[in-house]
């Protein structure tokens, strides 16, 4: 059973352009979490989605940023008219759908780490 | 991989010693804390969870302990080897989210 997989693993876009992370959850996963990393800090959440669904963007920038979790394939974190403040780890994880009265555990990827040029 | 250490709190032992990590938190409302492992260059890895209704728990080489009184939770590692350098990360989920809510984090060095 393969992990969590994010691709690219490394992603160097020039300032204006669309950056596009992709990941696979672990199969049988339902549910996806992104998060932000900037160097020697914590990650910070930015979405929790579900198949075809956003659970919760409260950690999402208002514009520039958007992401998608279809029916079949990766979940899509897109990026536009990337600036360099956007440079960072963008790490994803995954679950099966979270259970009441007990700690559903999320599985983390090796992240893709963004460059803005 | 990534550089860290410079600004995150680091913890400097030797190999054999034990290590404890320490973190705070605010949120009354936590119901499961968390502590993830993340090497320089990987993605965190879950090591240890206890529920809000616990204090201590235990798993293979580390301890969690939970203070709910001065909001302080810590991780034991016993007989700390090399390979458990670091950034060590505590998070916590609320009763009413599913999604963990990291701090910041220290940088367990361990000399060999």
């Known amino acids: 059973n393969a992990g969590v997989m994010q691709n690219p693993r490394h992603l160097v876009r020039r300032r204006g352009q669309e950056a596009r992370l992709r990941c696979s959850p672990m199969k049988g996963h339902s549910h996806v979490y992104w998060y932000r990393q900037l160097p020697e800090e914590g990650l910070k959440f930015m979405v929790y989605?579900?198949?075809?669904?956003?659970?919760?963007e409260s950690g999402m920038p208002k514009e520039r940023f958007s992401a998608e979790f279809p029916k079949e394939g990766p979940s899509i974190l897109r990026i536009q008219q990337v600036v360099r403040g956007d440079s960072a780890a963008y790490f994803c994880?995954?679950?099966?759908?979270?259970?009441?009265?007990?700690?559903?555990?999320?599985?983390f990827g090796q992240g893709t780490r963004l460059t803005v040029v | 991989g990534e550089s860290v250490g410079l600004h995150l709190p680091t913890l400097s032992v030797q190999e054999g010693d034990n290590s404890i990590i320490n973190c705070a938190y605010s949120n009354s409302a936590s119901d499961y804390f968390i502590w993830y492992k993340q090497e320089s260059g990987k993605g965190p890895q879950f090591i240890i969870d206890i529920r809000s209704n616990m204090d201590k728990r235990q798993g293979q080489r580390v301890t969690v302990l939970l203070n709910k009184t001065v909001k302080h939770l810590s991780l034991q590692i016993a007989a700390t080897q090399p390979g458990d350098s670091a950034v060590y990360f505590c998070a916590e989920k609320s009763r009413r989210s599913y999604i963990p809510t990291f701090g910041r984090g220290t940088s367990l060095i361990v000399h060999p």
């Open positions: 989605l579900q198949k075809e669904n956003i659970i919760d």
């Open positions: 994880a995954s679950s099966p759908m979270p259970r009441t009265g007990g700690n559903t555990e999320a599985f």
